[in-house]
């Protein structure tokens, strides 16, 4: 089945820097790929995804790149806010053939620090 | 509109327990998912459930199962509970690729 890996575990950057997170999958035949925020105690929201046929995505300080040859997609977060403090995981699906059944990385853990 | 809900909130139970999670999805979508997620761990795969049928199912023994009615909500049964089995339970409701979470349900064994 398909492996997800996340790095790093744990992250922490002053107000205003970059944060990058990277992740590295296995299955070849994944598709889609979405990037989930977590606060604690909260439910998993989703702020990014991109499919296998686009190579970039961005949505105003988040962006998202996928190497499809190299299997892996990254997340990359530009302004850090004190907000953006949670825990960030990567995910990857195959697709219709799975029914969309997404396998999760086991997580990032941002702190913004003012 | 509102979003995925799940109940109850917290759930305590005893080892070799049955219990019952429910989830509604968000208006529009047809499919749900089930995730478990430990502490400190991201959500893994249960199964998942599509026109009343499961589509698909992760790595969980049988002890796990679930159903989906008419309207698209779902249950999810667990028997013979195991300590190992306290973790935070997740919903998610999709039409196609996006998947959206519920709140989920927080079960303790005891």
């Known amino acids: 089945g398909e492996n997800v890996e996340q790095h790093p575990s744990t992250l922490s950057v002053q107000e205003g820097d970059s944060a990058v997170i990277k992740c590295t999958y296995s299955d070849s035949a994944s598709n889609y790929f979405p990037w989930y925020k977590q606060e604690l105690g909260k439910r998993p929201q989703l702020i990014i995804d991109?499919?296998?046929?686009?190579g970039e995505k961005k949505d105003q300080r988040i962006a998202v790149t996928l190497n499809k040859t190299a299997k892996h997609f990254s997340l990359h977060i530009t302004e850090t806010q004190p907000e953006d403090s949670a825990v960030y995981f990567c995910a990857a699906s195959p697709g219709v053939n799975s029914g969309y059944a997404l396998n999760f990385g086991k997580g990032t853990s941002l702190l913004v620090t003012p | 509109d509102a979003g995925v809900t799940q109940s109850p909130t917290h759930l305590i139970k005893t080892r070799g327990q049955q219990v019952t999670l429910r989830c509604s999805p968000k208006?529009?979508?047809?499919?749900v998912s089930w995730y478990q997620q430990a502490l400190g761990q991201g959500p893994q795969f249960i199964f998942q459930y599509y026109e009343e049928e499961e589509r698909q199912r992760g790595n969980f023994p049988d002890r796990f199962s679930g159903h989906q009615f008419p309207n698209y909500s779902s249950e999810l049964n667990v028997n013979a509970l195991l300590l190992g089995d306290s973790a935070l339970y997740l919903c998610?409701?999709?039409?196609?690729?996006?998947?959206?979470f519920g709140p989920g349900t927080r079960l303790t064994v005891l």
């Open positions: 208006s529009g979508h047809d499919t």
């Open positions: 998610a409701s999709s039409s196609g690729y996006e998947q959206f």
């Open positions: 991109i499919r296998s046929n686009v």
